[in-house]
């Protein structure tokens, strides 16, 4: 399988069609931009899971997250048959990242101010994760019609929140600590 095609030379890309139609779309397509970003993200999560011994209790639910990452993709980049989007990411992939922030937050000590992004190097990733996370959440917002999975939307929420309780895990369990943000209005 070569890697190039040279069909992306002119700045646009296809969208993956089930009917085989192929849909041709400008790089800087929204939707381009929506499942560019959350390549991105899949990206940086393998990053912050590097930062990561191999048998850390956290690698599992980020192998599950870079799993249902490739299926946003897929419900983002592929063009939608009679007007329905297709739906790879279901409510309970949502619903395990809801359970995972209530299992770990229940073992975190309670937050009460602002907390810089530090904490090491494996809180520091998941940091940047979280914030990447936020910028795909925003791309999908617009996108947000008939012609979107509307799960993607809530998976894409719901992350960013437990990549932030993960990096205060990583904090406390790594002992990096966390560094309360000094400000005042």
Known sequence: MRIYTRL???????????????????KDHARVEAYGTIDELNAIVGRARAELPADDPSQEILRFVQHRLFHAGY???????????????????????????????????????????????????????????????????????????????RFLNRLSDLLFVLARDASHRLGGGEETVDWQV
């Open 75 to 153: 419900d983002i980049s592929t063009m939608p048959q009679d007007g329905v989007a297709p739906t790879a990411l279901r409510a309970e992939d949502t619903k395990r990242l809801e359970a995972e922030i209530d299992r770990l937050q229940a073992a975190l000590p309670p937050l009460k101010q602002f907390i810089l992004p530090s904490g090491g190097s494996t809180a520091a990733a998941l940091h940047v994760a979280r914030t990447v996370a936020r910028r795909a959440e925003r791309r999908v917002v617009g996108l947000a019609d008939a012609e979107t999975n509307p799960e993607v939307l």
């Open 8 to 26: 992306g030379d002119a700045g646009e890309t296809s969208l993956y069609t089930p009917k085989g139609v192929p849909q041709r779309l400008p």
